[in-house]
């Protein structure tokens, strides 16, 4: 069943627009990946999700709804309810995403408190059972702590420890490791779909590591520009990708360079607000791109799981479609 | 934090050096001498005035009328007024509840009127409140503080009529002088109308005196809650579904008020330095008419013990100032 259903979702801030009319939907106990280089529109498009997005920023789109509830008509106070109870979200930085002031129990009792209420020793059994679950040693002692005493790899545990506090039925990962050491990396995300099997939670996985989401992902979403590029069941995405910027981002992996003396990199950077293309966005750096990608906007071609926003999409062997 | 207390305090002694150096030196620097005001028009004449400088102890060299000031200041003894020939520190205690009193209502109204003002400044940024609140603060502490005061006085007091233009209270209450705090006294003196017409003296030399730390306040707020606001933890707070007011209050204005603590603590001395000016407008009793009389007496015992005292007091305060940011900010009571 969908949890989530996104229909031309777009953020706009003023002229500019972060999110491009997007549409994905996530499954119950599904792992989707959406990966894109910095600036394509991954995070604002999560933050949209969670009713994050600030003044002069706005959300607009055909549909966007949890469980069959529209989110966006409903009241701020009723959506409030389902923020941070059924929809939780993790984000890049945990050493600066637990406020200083507050020991670490406090914070993850607060969000227990709002959404399900209890005895103070209530919530205290539970924070403890939180921290247990999350891999904290000592947790009894750790409640007490305050987040200047934690490591990045620990604040992240308590933000996850939070998150899934009120038992989400999906979480939003935005970049869960970028900030941490590469050995804690591993341990991270090992204890996220850990904890994503054990509840059956839709996961969103926000990230640039396309090797992880090759891993754990079902699905994928390509972003570029604020635009889905790309979709489709992850192994397929990554094997034969459709999409030339696809196609682009796995050629940068260094495992696909190896014996090369340089990286393959696409030049040039993503359009900003007053350099957008005419056509395809992706036409100044594609290099298949034609007169007609310059000029033309692509529709998405393909079956709905597996979808490809490109005029020539790529063969199998990794061409251009006549 | 008892280490962190005494380290403060050693720093206190080339201060308080400083202060007498400077206060001993500054008045004397002023032409005319105590004995020339005291005689008035009519003179005095040269024999006179040497035996009265001898018997006053200004014959001797100036570091040696320091020298003896200071070694009675270790002693606890501040010397006597040259006018009324009273102890500087019994005449000090007498006038400065006055002081206090007024300090302390222009305080409250600059912390509960500039702190409200600058949260919702930054929390409604860009819009026409936070416009009028920063127009309204810049003003304010660019306003002189004596011309604001007439300015008011003209406009409430003649004008309209609502309240008093000067003294503590009404010429009609006799009230006993117990703690010298006016509020106090009029509610214990039992006389019915005292309390108002206390009040309605206070309230516009509070604002008078308030208007400028309530700027100061109202403007660090508003810049410390907007930094605060686009912190990653506040994002946190707000995924959590909490409600908007317990972000703000809870989460962004604990963060916020550990420059904002600072900052009112230094208003401190511009509360009693402002209240030499606001005192002396509004004729209020306390310490900075008193001052100000002294320096125009020549009164050198009463300028350098009032100064002295004054300065001591924004001492003392700026350093509880420093033990109440480790009680705010977590991450400072656990570094040493």
């Not at chain 2, 306003?143 to 233009?165: E, H």
């Amino acid at each position: 069943m969908s949890l989530l259903k996104l229909e031309n979702l777009s953020v706009t801030f003023g002229q500019f627009r972060a999110v491009d009319q997007i549409s994905y939907n996530v499954n119950e106990g599904e792992v989707l990946g959406i990966v894109g280089e910095s600036g394509s529109g991954k995070s604002v498009s999560s933050l949209s999700l969670m009713g994050l997005i600030d003044y002069p920023g706005k959300v607009s789109a055909d549909e966007l709804s949890f469980m069959n509830q529209d989110l966006l008509s409903m009241p701020e106070a009723q959506r409030r309810k389902i923020t941070g109870s059924d929809i939780a979200m993790i984000f890049q930085d945990p050493m600066t995403s637990l406020n200083p002031c507050y020991t670490v129990g406090y914070q993850i009792i607060e969000a227990l408190k709002t959404h399900q209420g209890g005895t103070k020793k209530e919530l205290k059994t539970r924070a403890i059972e939180l921290l247990n679950l999350v891999g904290i040693p000592a947790p009894e002692s750790r409640l007490s702590a305050y987040p200047h005493q934690l490591s990045g790899g620990m604040s992240q545990r308590v933000m996850i420890a939070i998150a899934i506090g009120c038992n989400p039925k999906l979480l939003i990962a935005d970049e869960p490791t970028t900030a941490l050491d590469v050995t804690i990396q591993a341990q991270i995300i090992d204890l996220l779909i850990d904890l994503q099997k054990q509840k059956q939670m839709g996961l969103v996985l926000i990230t640039h590591d396309l090797a992880l989401v090759a891993e754990v992902a079902h699905r994928v979403i390509v972003m570029y520009a604020g635009q889905i590029v790309e979709s489709g069941p992850a192994n397929e995405v990554f094997s034969t990708p459709k999409h030339p910027y696809t196609q682009a981002l796995l050629a940068s992996l260094p495992e696909s360079a190896a014996g090369k003396a340089r990286l393959e990199a696409l030049p040039g950077v993503v359009p900003g607000q007053y350099d957008r293309p005419k056509g395809c966005l992706l036409s100044p750096r594609c290099p298949y791109a034609t007169d007609h990608c310059r000029n033309v906007v692509p529709d998405n071609q393909g079956p709905l799981e597996r979808q490809v926003k490109c005029h020539t999409p790529l063969d199998t062997l990794g061409r251009p479609a006549a | 934090m008892f280490q962190f207390i005494f380290r403060r305090l050693s720093l206190v002694i080339p201060t308080f050096i400083g202060i007498t150096l400077l206060t001993f030196t500054l008045i004397r620097l002023i032409p005319g001498d105590p004995i020339e005001v005291m005689a008035g028009e009519r003179g005095v004449s040269a024999e006179r005035h040497a035996e009265l400088s001898a018997q006053l102890g200004f014959d001797q060299p100036l570091y040696v009328q320091y020298f003896n000031y200071v070694s009675g200041v270790l002693q606890g003894d501040l010397g006597n007024s040259l006018v009324t020939k009273e102890p500087v520190l019994s005449e000090f205690l007498t006038l400065f509840p006055a002081t206090i009193e007024l300090a302390f209502c222009a305080a409250m109204f600059a912390i509960f009127i500039g702190l409200p003002a600058g949260i919702i400044a930054a929390v409604k940024r860009g819009t026409l409140f936070d416009h009028s609140v920063m127009t309204f603060s810049l003003t304010g502490y660019s306003m002189p503080i004596f011309w604001w005061a007439l300015l008011l006085m003209l406009i409430f007091s003649v004008n309209l009529g609502w309240t008093p233009v000067s003294g503590r209270i009404d010429v009609v209450y006799w009230i006993d002088d117990v703690t010298g705090f006016m509020l106090i006294d009029s509610i214990l003196s039992g006389e019915e109308g005292a309390l108002s017409s206390a009040i309605s003296h206070l309230i516009l030399p509070s604002i008078v005196l308030g208007t400028i730390p309530m700027a100061v306040i109202a403007r660090m707020t508003r810049s410390s809650m907007l930094e605060v606001l686009s912190e990653d933890y506040i994002r946190t707070a707000r995924a959590k579904g909490i409600a908007p007011w317990r972000v703000i209050i809870i989460h962004a204005l604990r963060n916020a008020l550990i420059p904002v603590i600072t900052v009112i603590g230094l208003q401190v001395g511009i509360l009693l330095s402002g209240a030499i000016l606001t005192e002396t407008v509004f004729a209020w009793p306390g310490i900075g008419k008193w001052l100000i009389e002294s320096i125009g007496r020549r009164d050198y015992p009463v300028v350098q013990g009032g100064i002295l005292i004054v300065a001591s007091i924004i001492i003392v305060v700026n350093l509880l100032v420093d033990v109440a940011y480790g009680i705010v900010n977590p991450r400072i009571r656990h570094s040493r």
